[in-house]
């Protein structure tokens, strides 16, 4: 079956770095986008960060843009996302999500989740 698992993360100062990963299996993980989202207790789920299927393209969301990088390995089935200069806002559930939509119809996954935790 389908899964994404997160993990990486953890508790952090501020001005930490952390690196996420995503492994996933049960479907064709080189044909689809890859996205983080967080969300913070009270908040909406955001999106933090997406990378194309083939690495090609990568878009920040203007919190994280200039500390943090998304990257994937297709051979290991696996996204990243490193995250530096870490603020207290940072503070989140992480989550990885899958994403592929051809002809109007679209396939989404997701993953359960790890806990970022900034603090001083």
């Known amino acids: 079956q389908v899964q994404l698992v997160e993990s990486g993360g953890g508790l952090v100062q501020p001005g930490g770095s952390l690196r996420l990963s995503c492994a996933a299996s049960g479907f064709t993980f080189s044909i689809y986008d890859m996205k983080w989202y967080r969300q913070a207790p009270g908040k909406e789920r955001e999106l933090v960060a997406t990378i194309t299927s083939t690495g090609g393209s990568r878009n920040y969301a203007d919190s994280v843009k200039g500390r943090s990088t998304i990257s994937r390995d297709n051979a290991k089935n696996t996204v990243y996302l490193q995250m530096n200069s870490l603020k207290p806002e940072d503070t989140a559930v992480y989550y990885c999500?899958?994403?592929?939509?051809?002809?109007?119809?679209?396939?989404?996954?997701w993953g359960q989740g790890t806990q970022v935790t900034v603090f001083s």
């Open positions: 999500n899958a994403w592929r939509s051809t002809f109007g119809r679209h396939n989404s996954y």
